[in-house]
C-alpha cells in the first residue's frame, strides 16, 4: 500500500454498504436522517468515481490487495478505465434516480433506502472485482437488492413479474457456479488475471472442458444482459418495477456487458493461443438475434415503460453483437454507445412516470399503489380538480423537450450523443482488414441503422400520441427535483456529445488496454513489495 | 465414491430441472432447491474426493500434496450454500405474496384456459 490514495478503490463498496447498514440501525425512527445518509453516500459515490476516473488515467493498473496477500491467494480490487468508466456511469445514475425517488416513490414501501444501497454496492462491488468468486457474491449482492427493489411498491403485476425474475436469476446464478467451479477445477484459479495467464498452458485434452465451463459462465452472463433467447424476463419486470427501480434496474443488464466485456476479451483476446476469440461468432449472432427481437418488441409495445423495456434489449443487442466483432475500434465505439445507452434509457425510464402521471392509465397505477400502502398524502399527491387555463403549458413544454431529446438519444440521430456512438461504432467496421468487409458486418450495419429506424417510429408514435394528439386530461403536477434528474442525465449526454473527442479517447484506450491485457495481468500479478503483518 | 457422487448430482440435477418447469410455484421451489443441491455437490467435487485428508499440510508432518484436501471448493461450498439459503427464503416470501395477491399458486399467477 503506498499511501491513503489506495484506499480509495474499496470506498465504493464501503461507503454504501455502511450508508445501508447504518439506514437500518435508524429505520423508521428518522426519516430525515435516512434521507441524509442517502444524499450524503450517492454524492459521495459521485465524488468518488470522478476522482477514480482521474487515477484510471495513469499509465498502471491500480490494484487494492485486501490484507495485502498477494493476488494469488486473496481477494484484489482492480481499477482500469473500464472499471472506472462503469462506476462513474452507476453513481450517476444512482444518484438521479436517488432525487427521483424521494419526491414521493420512496414512500411506497418499505425499506427502499437500504436496498437502494446495497443495489449500488452490488454494483460497485461487480465492476471492481479482479476475480470469478467475488463477482459471483457480488452479482449476488446486487441481484438480492434488485429483487427487493423490483418488487417496491407490490402490487400484483409486479409480484407476478418478480417471481419470474427471481427464479430466472437464481437459475442463472447456478449456473454461474457450475462454470466458476469447472474452470476451478481446471485451471486451479479463480483470479481472472491468473487464468489469463494459464490459458496458454492448458493441457489439449483439458481445453475443451474449459470451454464448456467458460461457456456455461457465459450463458450466465448473456442472461443478465438479456440477449436473445434469455432476455424475455426483461421488458415485463422493468416495466411492473416502480421508477426510480427500474431506472437503476436498467443498468444491471449493463453488468452482464461488462462481465462478458471483461472475462471473454480477457481470457479469449488475440493473445489467447489456441482458444483466442472463442465463441466471438456467438456473441455476433446472438446480438443481432436481440437487436432484431428488440425492434420488432420496439414496434409492437402500445405503453411507455414495456418500450423502454424494449429499448433496453435493442442496446444490449448492439453491445454484444459490437463485441463479438473482436476489433479494438469497435469495441472502443461499444463503449461510447454504452455510456450513451445508459443515461439515455436512465433518463427515459425516469422520463415516463412524468408523462404518465398526466394521463389516466399511470394514474391508475399510482393508485392502486397507494391503496396498498396508505400514505396518508393522497391529498397532496392527486390533483384531482385542478384547473388549467394555459393551452400549452410550461410543464407540458419541459416534458416534451426531454422526451425528444430521449428519442434523438434512442434512435441515435444527430446531434446528441447517439448518434456519435452509432457512428463510432460503424466506421470502423467499415474499414474491416483487407480481404473486404464479411457478411456478418454488413448484417450488423443494416441492423443497427434498422433498429434506429425502428426506435425513431416507436417514439414519433407515442410522442404524438402522448403530446398531441390525445392532450393530458390535466397538466401532471411535477416537483422540480423529478425534473432536474431526468435533465442531469440528458445534460451529461450533451457533455458526451460537445466533449466527444476527449471522451473517445479515454474509450478507445480503455478498448486497448481490454483487448491487450498485458498491464493488466502485470499489475494483478505483481508480488506486492510489503508482505502481510508488515503493515501497509 | 466418484460414481455414486456423479449420480446422485445427476438425480438432483434432473429432479430439479424437472420440477422447474413445471407450473406450480412450490414445485418451482422445491425444484431450485434440489437444483443448487446438485450444484454445492459438484463444486464440492471439483477439488478431488478424498477421506481422510488434511485441508492444511502443517510445516514438519507427514503429508504430501497429494493427499490434501483442496479448501478452496469447501470455501465457496460454504459461500454458495449462505446464498442460495438466503435467495430461496426471499423467493418463499415472494411466492406466498403471489399466492396472497393472485390468489392461485400457478407461476403466471392465472390457470391456463382449458
Known amino acids: ?345 436512465g433518463a427515459f425510464f425516469l422520463l415516463i412516470e412524468l408523462v404518465e402521471r398526466g394521463r389516466e392509465v399511470g394514474a391508475d397505477v399510482l393508485a392502486v399503489t397507494r391503496e396498498a400502502f396508505g400514505t396518508g398524502e393522497e391529498d397532496e399527491e392527486s390533483p384531482e380538480h385542478e384547473e388549467v387555463g394555459v393551452a400549452i403549458p410550461g410543464t407540458v413544454a419541459i416534458l416534451g423537450v426531454t422526451f425528444m431529446a430521449c428519442a434523438l438519444l434512442l434512435a441515435g440521430l444527430p446531434p446528441l450523443s447517439g448518434f456519435l456512438a452509432k457512428f463510432a461504432i460503424l466506421a470502423p467496421l467499415l474499414t474491416y482488414g483487407d480481404g473486404g468487409v464479411p457478411a456478418t458486418t454488413w448484417a450488423l450495419m443494416v441492423a443497427l441503422i434498422l433498429s434506429g429506424l425502428a426506435s425513431l417510429i416507436a417514439m414519433l408514435r407515442v410522442g404524438i400520441d402522448v403530446f398531441w394528439a390525445s392532450p393530458a386530461p390535466r397538466v401532471p403536477r411535477i416537483a422540480l427535483l423529478e425534473i432536474a434528474s431526468v435533465s442531469l442525465l440528458l445534460v451529461l449526454c450533451a457533455a458526451l456529445t460537445a466533449g466527444a473527442g476527449p471522451a473517445m479517447e479515454y474509450m478507445q484506450a480503455a478498448a486497448r488496454a481490454l483487448h491487450a491485457p498485458g498491464d493488466y495481468l502485470n499489475g494483478v500479478l505483481a508480488v506486492p513489495t510489503t508482505l502481510p503483518g508488515g503493515g501497509g | 465414491m466418484e460414481l455414486v457422487l456423479s449420480l446422485g448430482i445427476g438425480v438432483l440435477a434432473g429432479s430439479g430441472v424437472w420440477l422447474l418447469l413445471r407450473p406450480r410455484t412450490f414445485q418451482v421451489i422445491i425444484g431450485l432447491a434440489l437444483l443448487s443441491y446438485a450444484v454445492n455437490l459438484f463444486i464440492f467435487s471439483t477439488g478431488g474426493l478424498r477421506s481422510g485428508s488434511p485441508a492444511i499440510l502443517e510445516p514438519g508432518e507427514v503429508g504430501t500434496i497429494a493427499e490434501y484436501a483442496d479448501p478452496l471448493p469447501q470455501a465457496l461450498v460454504l459461500t454458495a450454500i449462505v446464498i442460495g439459503f438466503a435467495t430461496t427464503a426471499l423467493l418463499l416470501v415472494v411466492l406466498l405474496a403471489a399466492r396472497g395477491l393472485t390468489g392461485t399458486d400457478h407461476v403466471d399467477g392465472r390457470e391456463r384456459e382449458r
Not at chain 1, 411506497?108 to 446495497?118: S, V
Not at chain 1, 490459458?199 to 442472461?223: H, K, P, W
Not at chain 1, 443498468?251 to 472463442?278: C, P
Open chain 1, 1 to 345: 500500500m503506498t499511501g491513503w490514495i489506495d484506499h480509495l478503490l474499496i470506498a465504493p463498496i464501503v461507503v454504501p454498504m455502511l450508508a445501508g447498514a447504518a439506514m437500518i440501525l435508524v429505520g423508521d425512527r428518522s426519516r430525515t436522517v435516512v434521507l441524509a445518509l442517502g444524499l450524503l453516500s450517492t454524492a459521495a459515490l459521485v465524488v468518488l468515481a470522478i476522482v477514480l476516473l482521474g487515477l484510471a488515467q495513469e499509465p498502471v493498473v491500480r490494484i487494492y490487495r485486501l490484507g495485502n496477500w498477494p493476488a494469488l491467494f486473496g481477494i484484489v480490487l482492480v481499477l482500469d478505465r473500464l472499471t472506472a468508466l462503469m462506476l462513474t456511469l452507476a453513481a450517476v445514475l444512482g444518484f438521479s434516480a436517488f432525487l427521483f425517488a424521494i419526491c414521493r416513490w420512496h414512500r411506497a414501501g418499505a425499506h427502499f433506502h437500504p436496498l437502494f444501497q446495497f443495489q449500488l454496492m452490488g454494483l460497485n462491488g461487480a465492476f471492481l472485482t479482479g476475480d470469478l468468486f467475488n463477482l459471483f457474491v457480488f452479482f449476488e449482492v446486487m441481484l438480492a437488492a434488485s429483487y427487493g427493489m423490483a418488487l417496491h411498491g407490490s402490487g400484483v403485476a409486479r409480484v407476478r413479474a418478480g417471481l419470474h425474475y427471481i427464479v430466472i436469476n437464481l437459475v442463472a446464478s447456478l449456473l454461474f457456479l457450475i462454470g466458476a467451479s469447472v474452470v476451478y477445477g481446471i485451471a486451479g484459479t479463480l483470479n481472472m488475471a491468473d487464468l489469463a495467464a494459464r490459458m496458454r498452458s492448458v493441457a489439449v485434452e483439458d481445453r475443451g472442458l474449459l470451454e464448456t465451463g467458460l461457456g456455461i459462465l457465459g450463458i450466465a452472463f448473456l442472461t443478465k444482459a438479456a440477449m436473445w433467447p434469455l432476455g424475455f424476463w426483461l421488458p415485463p419486470t422493468y416495466a411492473a418495477a416502480t421508477t426510480p427501480a427500474a431506472a437503476i434496474l436498467s443498468i444491471l443488464s449493463k453488468v452482464g456487458i461488462y462481465a462478458v466485456l471483461r472475462v471473454w476479451l480477457l481470457l479469449f483476446g488475440d493473445e489467447a493461443g489456441a482458444s483466442a476469440g472463442f465463441g466471438g461468432t456467438w456473441l455476433l449472432l446472438g446480438g443481432l438475434a436481440t437487436i432484431a427481437f428488440g425492434s420488432i418488441a420496439v414496434l409492437a409495445t402500445q405503453n411507455l415503460p414495456r418500450l423502454a423495456g424494449a429499448s433496453v434489449m435493442v442496446s444490449s443487442g448492439t453491445l454484444l453483437a459490437a463485441i463479438g466483432t473482436g476489433q479494438v475500434a469497435v469495441t472502443g465505439g461499444a463503449l461510447f454507445y454504452l455510456t450513451s445507452s445508459v443515461l439515455a434509457i
